[in-house]
C-alpha cells in the first residue's frame, strides 16, 4: 500500500510534532533531518493491509480532528508547531480509548525509523551503535 502524497505530508508533520528538532542537547535533529519517508514508505509496502488501512484512518483522523477537540479553525497543518503537540497531547488524554491511542501508534512507528538511524543510536548511548543507516536510508535505495 502506498500513501498519497498529502497523506505523506500529513503523517510527516505529525511525526515532526512527535519528534522535534532541538528537543533534547543529545539530539538536535528531529524526524524532520531523518529520512521519515523513505521509512514509512518501506513499513507500508511490507506490512499487512489492515494495520496499514489502520495507519491511514489515524494520519487522517488526527488531521481533519482539531477543529472539533481543540475548537480551532484550523486542521492539523495549519496549528503552529506548539498548537500541533497540544493537539495530540489531547487526543491522547482523551477518554475515548481509540483517540487517546492515535498518537502513539504514529509515535510507536516514528520511532522505530527514528531510532535505526546511526546518529540518533550514538546520541542516546546505544553500544554498538548500527554501523551504517538501514536499507531504506541510503541514497542508493530506490523506493
Given at each position: 500500500?502506498?500513501?498519497?502524497?498529502?497523506?505523506?505530508?500529513?503523517l510527516l508533520a505529525i511525526a515532526d510534532a512527535i519528534l522535534p528538532s532541538d528537543a533534547h542537547?543529545?539530539?538536535?535533529?528531529?524526524?524532520?533531518a531523518a529520512p521519515m519517508a523513505e521509512f514509512f514508505d518501506d513499513v507500508l509496502v511490507r506490512s499487512p493491509l489492515?494495520?496499514?488501512?489502520?495507519?491511514?484512518a489515524a494520519i487522517w483522523a488526527i488531521t481533519l480532528s482539531p477543529?472539533?477537540?481543540?475548537?480551532?479553525?484550523?486542521f492539523f497543518g495549519g496549528l503552529s508547531?506548539?498548537?500541533?503537540?497540544?493537539?495530540?497531547?489531547?487526543?491522547?488524554?482523551?477518554?475515548?480509548?481509540?483517540l487517546r491511542e492515535l498518537p502513539v501508534l504514529i509515535k510507536t512507528l516514528a520511532l522505530m525509523g527514528y531510532g535505526a538511524m546511526p546518529d540518533v543510536q550514538r546520541a542516546v548511548g546505544v553500544?554498538?551503535?548500527?554501523?551504517?543507516?538501514?536499507?531504506?536510508?541510503?541514497?542508493?535505495?530506490?523506493?
Open positions: 500500500m502506498k500513501l498519497l502524497a498529502l497523506e505523506m505530508r500529513w542537547e543529545r539530539l538536535p535533529d528531529g524526524a524532520s489492515r494495520p496499514m488501512l489502520g495507519l491511514r477543529p472539533l477537540v481543540i475548537r480551532s479553525s484550523r508547531p506548539e498548537e500541533r503537540v497540544r493537539h495530540l497531547a489531547t487526543l491522547g488524554a482523551s477518554e475515548i480509548y481509540l553500544e554498538p551503535a548500527v554501523s551504517q543507516p538501514p536499507v531504506w536510508a541510503r541514497s542508493e535505495h530506490a523506493p
